[in-house]
């Protein structure tokens, strides 16, 4: 008996068989892309999600033979991938904040309705994060399709709708739909839904992510599929991966280590700040306030690809063997825009101080310190807005290295939990559906605390800190210019 844990990434999906025990039993990944297109458009097609579905259960069930007793699936969000009523897309689906097409929409919707008042209603003003803008999108370019009825799925509701046939989308998810879903009732904001999708815009039943939202049918596509396995509403990657490590806890920051860098605070209370994101939590009674870099480890690919090193081990034993401070390199990560806390896509990537001495390693290790500078600048936005952080608990890809943990953790002078699987999202689908159906009670039965990155008391960062921040000060302007032209 196991249970099925699913999750498609920005750049790959995974999967996982995790026995009674908590033990793993088996993994795959399959590697993918997101297209990149004019205007700030990043996406994918809806397609892909279903097939590496179907690829993923298939090889990991089919080769161990083992019966699943319950799925659990998540998926990078907030995404908007619109459809027919039948279930026909439209187009390939708008990915989360990286994606900037709907500024437009953006700031007519945020006229129409006022910023604060949407902070205020709705936890969050209206950025390239929101869901409803990119709707209002989609909707001024396929009007006959909206008058007809569409519904809008993200990556783990449109796995569910091909597993079980049902309309769904949990909570969190939801939440981040601003302004479409109402954070004090917990449901659909229906003036919102008519005023902006119309009203043929068909809204997903909702739960919460831990709750069973439906049972498997029997599917020809994929013969190694009961019918009648229960299967949970799942959310977002970054909250399924807070799952996985128990980041749930109130006064309690998740920190993931991704190919963008995402922060999650949790509290019993709402929270609002204007330039972060405030969501209802998976579990009833939670909250958070969320905020994410759009580059992280997006841009240690960058680097590696731009050197043709193959091996990170290489770049991070380089990065190592340098001092704190690069000898005097301060890069900052906008290299695809910035989101929280300036919400600027037009923001830039920065390298200021290079010499002829500085190596790959310097730039490295530069490039890791930024992306801490910017956590930094996050936790500080977050606790302005009322954010109590007693603890922080850490999961990715990036944990495998101790280096950058280590240096986030220097730069913001915090511990950092770190459990013994870091394995992400798919091991916190299977948890969540596991301890709902019984199986398991709590996380340290199947993910105990491996050990703690303490900060090491360096005050050349607090010094380059206030560096970072002068610096995209003093140069947003040329930044704003450079991109006026890529964009031309």
Known sequence: MAYFGFDVGTSSTKAVLIGENGQLLDTA?????????ERGLVEMGMDIWW????????????????????????????????????????APAALYGIDWRALTEVEELTEKYGEENLLATYDSALTSQAGGPKVAWFRKRHPEAFAAGVRLFMPHSWVIWQLTGDYVLDRHSASQLTPLYDPASGEWDFAKVREIGGENFLTPRLGYSNEIAAETRASSELPELEAGIPVIFGSIDAWAEQESVGAIAHRELFLMYGTTLFLIANAETRMRHLSMWGTT?????TRNLAGGLATSGALTNWFRDLTGERDYAALIKDAAAVAPGANGLLALPYFAGERTPIQD????????????????GHIYRALLES????????IETMEVAGAEIE???????????????????????????????????????AFMVAQTLGAVSELDEWNPVDHLVQPQDIPLYDSLYQDYRALYTATADIQHRMAGIQNS
């Open 51 to 90: 097939q590496e579905f179907k690829d993923l259960y298939s090889r990991l069930v089919g080769k161990n033979g083992i019966k699943v007793r319950g799925i659990g699936v998540s998926g990078m969000g907030p995404c908007v991938g619109i459809t027919t009523e039948a279930g026909k897309p439209l």
């Open 29 to 37: 990944t399959v590697e993918h892309a997101v297209t990149r297109g």
């Open 345 to 360: 896509p037009n923001a830039r990537g920065v390298l200021l101080g290079l010499t002829l001495d500085h190596t790959r």
């Open 281 to 285: 939590g998976t579990r009833a009674g």
């Open 391 to 429: 603890r922080i608990t850490c999961a990715g890809g990036g944990v495998k290295s101790p280096l950058w943990p280590q240096i986030i953790s220097d730069v913001t002078g915090r511990a950092q939990v770190v459990r013994k699987h870091t394995i992400g999202a798919s091991f916190g689908d």
């Open 371 to 378: 992306t801490a500078f910017a956590v930094r600048h996050n």
